[in-house]
């Protein structure tokens, strides 16, 4: 049972008051051997007043009653080792005394419990067990302990109560710190527990999907797994619960192999092919795998577990960068790539039908856009460099809510690039390339071919093909043509219009008036002001040089006709 720190006793003393305690510490710590003798004096009539006195007072007394003698010169060398000797272990057995409990334990561990350096203790042994110290270690171990003393106990009682009892704070900790293990203990096994339920909730839902997909594993996995669960909505809600328990152990179970990233049998199972390295810079998941996870992605959908998830699949991708393991970098890679592409919102498909934009939306994780943190995200990528950084670093910078300026970008892809040896112009078009604005329609087609070479959204294409292939082919160029003529002049005209009906440079809802074709703003400017460069035998088209030029008839114009015209005429 523990004593009661709060209730105050009442103390015997053997001082007179506390100037004459204060006198006696001052001329204990002195260097003048008469004061230390009369402190030590005055010490001696305090034990002969009161026999208990404090623990730190009569160790203190020895040691400077040593420290006399030496610097006397009375004694000679193996009588002070004998004597400091004494004094020495003394105070190591009367100062860890408190400490034992009904077992005895060792001194270093308490002498350790109270700041005591491990050689005092091992001095202490050579004393009683060993060959005996020299004086010269028996002199600096006093020396260390007084100080010790000093700083412990007396230093203390200058500003509390002299006569309370000396006990080190945190001596009764022995107990603690069996108590803590014990709770570490017991947490470990929780989370080992929690652990195997993580496993046995996720393995249960595969093999709910196995068999939903037809496609159960081999007969020799089969013993391992536990039980399904009959009810799949039910499952999911245990793994919800779970989730808002412990998410990050969810996070961490799931991006183990055999979960978010699949074996090479479970693809085969699933009839999915293994990722190549072909398209190692720019992964993407499977299908018929996205398909797999989807039920489990969707309830788990949430801000939070959005952040965890994105912050745990980075964190992972660092530690693959020291490791040869392409097929684990691929698909976390590639989980990240399907995270952010959700999340973005460059890609849109304005010309879909509603069966077009039900089928694209039914294969993503969320759909509703994310505050992502995005400088967090940009720190993450770019420190966990592999050959499919640069996609990942693509898709964050365009996709920023306040995006880097253009030049940097591009430095940036452009380092990325070099660092993981991969191509940078996959990625991203040259700043010139882009700010090219769109006059024709040659110039529409060329930067069309140019995007299908890395839109994200030739994934859609291929994975609904077997569905409705000819509608979102053209669904895509249309979505990809609109884009390009964001910002531009050039708007794209899908709607059903009788051209026929209309003459060449008219458009449908355009005024009969003629000024609605004028600009806002603009200046005038005479021909006559412009600089008008003639070619003539003579000159050989030099600027500055006037001559008659003919025309096709064969017409001579003056150069008087010429001046006539460019006067007459006005450009808006």
């Given at each position: ?246 998410s990050d152990l969810l ?82 890679s590639a989980w990240i ?113 140019h995007s299908s070479h ?119």
């Amino acid at each position: 049972m523990k004593k009661k720190s709060a209730e105050k006793r009442r103390h015997v003393v053997a001082w007179v008051n506390k100037a004459e305690w204060d006198q006696v510490l001052e001329y204990l710590y002195s260097t003048d051997l008469a004061l230390q003798r009369f402190a030590l004096q005055r010490i001696s009539a305090w034990k002969g007043r009161y026999a208990n006195s404090p623990v730190a007072v009569e160790c203190t007394a020895d040691l400077v009653r040593c420290q006399v003698l030496d610097r006397s010169g009375q004694l000679g060398g193996d009588d002070l080792v004998l004597l400091y000797g004494a004094a020495l272990v003394r105070f190591v057995n009367l100062i860890t005394e408190r400490q034992q409990g009904k077992a005895a334990r060792p001194l270093r561990r308490l002498a350790g419990n109270l700041n005591i350096p491990e050689w005092v203790v091992n001095l202490r042994h050579d004393f009683t067990h060993r060959k005996l110290p020299t004086l010269k270690w028996c002199q600096k171990g006093c020396k260390v302990v007084l100080e010790w003393l000093q700083q412990e106990y007396w230093a203390r009682q200058l500003g509390g109560d002299p006569n309370q009892d000396w006990v080190q704070p945190g001596v009764e900790d022995e107990e603690y710190e069996l108590k803590q293990r014990e709770d570490e203990l017991v947490t470990r096994q929780k989370e080992m527990e929690a652990y195997k339920n993580a496993r046995d909730l996720l393995i249960s839902f595969e093999k709910e999907q196995f068999q939903a997909f037809d496609g159960q594993p081999g007969p020799n996995d089969m013993g391992s797994w536990p039980a399904p669960f009959s009810d799949m909505s039910w499952l999911l809600s245990e793994i919800k619960q779970f989730a808002l328990e412990s998410s990050d152990l969810l996070t961490d179970v799931l991006l183990e192999n055999g979960f978010l990233v699949p074996t090479v049998e479970q693809l085969e199972t699933l009839g999915c092919d293994s990722c190549d390295g072909v398209t190692r810079t720019e992964p993407r998941i499977p299908q018929t795998f996205l398909q797999f996870w989807l039920p489990l992605l969707k309830m788990l959908n949430s801000p939070s577990f959005i952040h965890l998830l994105l912050e745990k699949l980075f964190a992972e991708l660092k530690l693959l960068a020291s490791e040869q393991n392409p097929h684990r970098a691929f698909y976390i890679s590639a989980w990240i790539s399907e995270v952010l592409v959700c999340n973005s919102v460059r890609f849109e498909y304005r010309f879909e039908s509603k069966t077009q934009k039900k089928n694209r939306m039914k294969d993503r994780i969320f759909v509703n856009r994310i505050h992502l943190r995005w400088q967090q995200l940009l720190s993450a990528c770019l420190d966990a460099p592999c050959v499919s950084t640069p996609r990942l670093l693509h898709l964050i910078l365009d996709d920023m809510e306040h995006p880097l300026p253009l030049d940097t970008r591009e430095k940036l892809l452009q380092l990325c690039s070099i660092y993981t040896r991969t191509d940078h112009t996959k990625f991203h078009a040259s700043p010139k390339r882009e700010q090219q604005p769109i006059y024709t329609l040659e110039s529409l087609q060329e930067k069309l071919q140019h995007s299908s070479h890395h839109s994200h959204a030739r994934r859609v294409l291929a994975d609904s093909e077997k569905i409705e292939a000819p509608l979102d082919s053209l669904g895509w160029v249309q979505a990809e043509k609109a884009k390009l003529l964001r910002d531009s002049p050039w708007q794209m005209c899908n709607d059903k219009v009788l051209w026929k009906d209309y003459p060449l440079g008219k458009v449908p809802g355009q005024s009969e008036d003629p000024s609605c074709l004028m600009v806002d703003n603009y200046s005038t400017m005479t021909v006559f002001d412009q600089q008008v460069e003639f070619e003539s035998n003579a000159s050989h088209g030099v600027p500055g040089v006037l001559g008659q030029t003919r025309t096709a008839e064969g017409r001579l114009w003056s150069q008087s006709d010429v001046n006539k015209l460019k006067s007459g005429l006005k450009f808006f």
